[in-house]
């Protein structure tokens, strides 16, 4: 998912979102970032983010179910490398979806167009996609806080009609019938960066899943002056799963730098804020 991410210091009100930015900015140059400062800052995870509800109809979200079936993976993948012009969410938790109306309506709460909407079937399931566009520009969504909230609109709603869920998903602490089993970060975390061409690299991050994680790797990422040019974040069950075209002065990374950029991840992955999360 090709992400050019932009930040600016605007407010951004929604409908029933409410995202205040830190001027951080993806495709500028990094030096030009003005939320850069000289003294290195622990990010912390926790944000308020007011996730647009789903109305009382389970009828037209829920899918297919079966309570004695085993639960299924939940999917959440954001990718913007599909359309050029729109960005693409697919959504997969087995073939228990339906037709998602309620979600597409809690997105178009954000201020999005659902400019199409498909369904394909595979082995693993059935996978629901939305190509969405901003309504204020009817391009794709270039900015790290609202593709967050997107990403977290969707779990919440997947929470909503399908509460099993909530044993895979790491909202399901908060909102879930069943909370899910604490995930192990120095397991899970894995970082690795390497050369994608002569003006960029490609960073793979999978790390323990927690609402902001996405806006905090890309704070990381652009706070020892890389610039993130574009990326994906899939969310899989418990885990995060990230890809990001990073690079430095319009060149790709050099190996020394590179292991500056891995042990900076790791080290903020691997010793998650205390503070309590807010979902």
């Known amino acids: 998912m090709a992400v050019s991410l932009a930040f600016s210091n605007l ?17 500028l140059a990094p030096t030009k970032l003005p939320f850069l400062c000289k003294e290195r800052r622990r990010l912390s995870s926790s944000r308020t983010v007011t996730i647009p509800g789903a109305s009382s ?20 993948i954001i990718d913007q490398d599909s359309d050029p012009d729109a960005t693409v969410v697919e959504i997969t938790f087995g073939d228990r979806l339906g037709a998602l109306l309620d979600t597409m309506n809690a997105l178009k709460n954000l201020g999005l167009n659902v400019v199409k909407a498909n369904v394909f079937l595979d082995s693993s399931g ?19 806080e609202l593709l967050e909230a997107i990403r977290l609109t969707i779990i919440n709603n997947l ?30 975390t894995h970082i690795k960066v390497k050369d994608d061409s002569h003006d960029r690299s490609l960073l793979f991050v999978e790390a323990a ?28 069950g418990l885990l995060a799963k990230a890809k990001f075209h990073v690079s430095y002065k319009g060149k790709a990374i050099s190996k020394p730098l590179q292991l500056v950029l891995a042990n900076s991840l790791r080290y903020f992955l691997r010793r998650p804020s205390t503070e309590d999360a807010s979902f």
């Open 209 to 236: 899943d927690r609402p902001g994680l996405l806006v905090d790797l890309v704070k990381i990422i652009t706070e020892i002056n890389i610039a993130v040019e574009s990326g994906e974040f899939d969310t899989e």
């Open 159 to 188: 929470l909503q009609y399908h509460p099993e869920s909530s044993s895979q998903l790491a909202m399901g602490i908060a909102f879930g019938v069943e909370p899910p089993k604490q995930v192990d970060v120095d397991i899970a």
């Open 57 to 76: 109809a389970p009828t037209i979200e829920d899918g297919s179910q079966n309570d004695t079936d085993a639960i299924p993976t939940p999917k959440v």
């Open 11 to 27: 407010a951004f009100q929604f409908s029933n979102v409410k995202v205040v930015q830190n001027p951080v900015c993806f495709g």
């Open 126 to 144: 059935k996978h629901n996609t939305f190509s969405i566009t901003k309504a204020s520009t009817g391009r794709k969504i270039d900015d790290p």
